[in-house]
């Protein structure tokens, strides 16, 4: 009964956000947003750290994608109960394997039309991230219901945004609430419910590498400064999320189900 009344405030207050971002007043995309601090070009590549940083993407993506084939191969694996468990994190190593190649597309030539190829792969694989909570936490069937509902909302977040964009008057509200407040959802569903395998408190590891990185985003120009130009705040935040996601790897690949070390 306390599941079903948590469930139902957590409902109550999603609908509440979704509603505020369709009512509240739009908030546009920064007009300084594609100006980098560090735009110095090598070998051909233009904005060459931050283009060639996301190869850090494809690695951790890449692992991610390969354990999970070796999980599916293992008739002995103790990752998952049931191997439907996987598919959450299935999308959301595929998710951080295609951020590496949105972002160096984006990172190429910086401007709204790339930005969007960008943006789609990080908010789908916060998404999958969201449901693969659902799933250690609060029931299996449940976490796999909601993944194509939570991808297919992502992925209008983001067109919803660029369309805006189109129209010249951008608004990127629904795209926070996807972003931002699935990662308090994160947050809170891993506070008050506990996690079905061992490790589950590791979550608050990757939520606090992702506030890292999205903090250098923020201090892009000044930590360039600070490093005397050895590496800006963007590249920063690119190598942090992409370990972010390797953690994650790294706590799949120790986990089992809670009473069966």
């Known amino acids: 009964m306390e599941m079903h009344r948590q469930l139902w405030i957590l409902a109550g207050i999603t609908v509440l956000v979704v509603a505020a971002a369709m009512i509240l007043p739009p908030v546009p995309q920064p007009a300084n947003y594609h100006q980098f601090a560090d735009q110095r070009s090598f070998s051909g590549i233009p904005n060459f750290n931050d283009v060639i940083s996301n190869l850090a993407f494809f690695l951790s993506g890449s692992a991610g994608l390969v354990f999970l084939l070796r999980v599916y191969r293992a008739p002995s694996q103790t990752t998952f109960h049931d191997l439907k468990e996987c598919l959450p994190y299935g999308v959301l190593f595929f998710s951080v394997t295609a951020a590496a190649l949105g972002s160096m597309y984006y990172h190429w030539t910086p401007d709204v039309d790339h930005l969007m190829w960008d943006r789609l792969p990080i908010v789908i694989g916060i998404a999958a991230l969201l449901s693969a909570t659902l799933v250690d936490r609060i029931s299996p069937a ?4 909601a993944l194509p509902l939570l991808v297919v909302s992502a992925v209008f977040s983001v ?10 008057t951008g608004n990127l509200n629904f795209y926070i609430v996807m972003q931002f407040y699935s990662i308090l959802l994160i947050v809170w569903i891993s506070l008050r419910f506990p996690s079905r395998y061992t490790r589950g408190s590791y979550v608050y590891q990757v939520i606090a590498l992702y ?11 000044q930590i360039f400064v600070w490093t005397d130009g050895w590496i800006s705040g963007h590249t920063l935040k690119h190598l942090i999320a992409a370990y972010a996601a390797y953690r994650i790897v790294q706590i799949l690949r120790k986990r089992t189900l809670v009473g069966c070390q």
């Not at 067109?159 to 010249?168: A, R």
């Not at 506030?211 to 120009?221: F, N």
């Open 211 to 221: 506030a890292i990185a999205k903090l250098a985003e923020v201090l892009d120009g």
């Open 142 to 145: 449940a976490g796999l219901w």
């Open 159 to 168: 067109l919803y945004w660029y369309w805006t964009e189109l129209q010249g």
